[in-house]
């Protein structure tokens, strides 16, 4: 049992070793990770909004995006 212990032990130490390099090291991973986080927060946070709202006629969704180019 205590075998079991130990390995889980170095296993998480381990882990938490290699978590500091790649924060150290590799800064863009962890920020294109956050920034896929935030993006798919502020995705779902739409799609939740657009639920609640009336439907859209399409003539009217394209006058607008015809407008924003």
Same mark, same amino acid.
């Given at each position: 049992? &205590?075998? %079991? %212990?130990?390995? #889980?032990?170095? !296993? =998480?130490? *381990?882990? =938490?070793? @290699?978590?500091? #390099?790649?924060?150290?090291?590799? =800064?863009? /991973? /962890?920020?294109?990770?956050?920034?896929?986080?935030?993006?798919? @927060?502020l995705l779902l946070r739409a799609i939740r #909004?657009? #639920?609640? &709202?009336? !439907? @859209?006629? =399409?003539?009217?969704? *394209?006058?607008v995006l015809e407008g924003a180019s």
């Amino acid at each position: 049992m &205590s075998n %079991t %212990t130990l390995d #889980e032990a170095h !296993i =998480k130490e *381990l882990f =938490k070793q @290699a978590f500091v #390099e790649v924060v150290q090291e590799r =800064k863009d /991973l /962890l920020y294109d990770l956050f920034a896929e986080v935030v993006e798919d @927060a502020l995705l779902l946070r739409a799609i939740r #909004e657009g #639920e609640d &709202s009336p !439907i @859209a006629r =399409k003539e009217d969704v *394209l006058r607008v995006l015809e407008g924003a180019s």
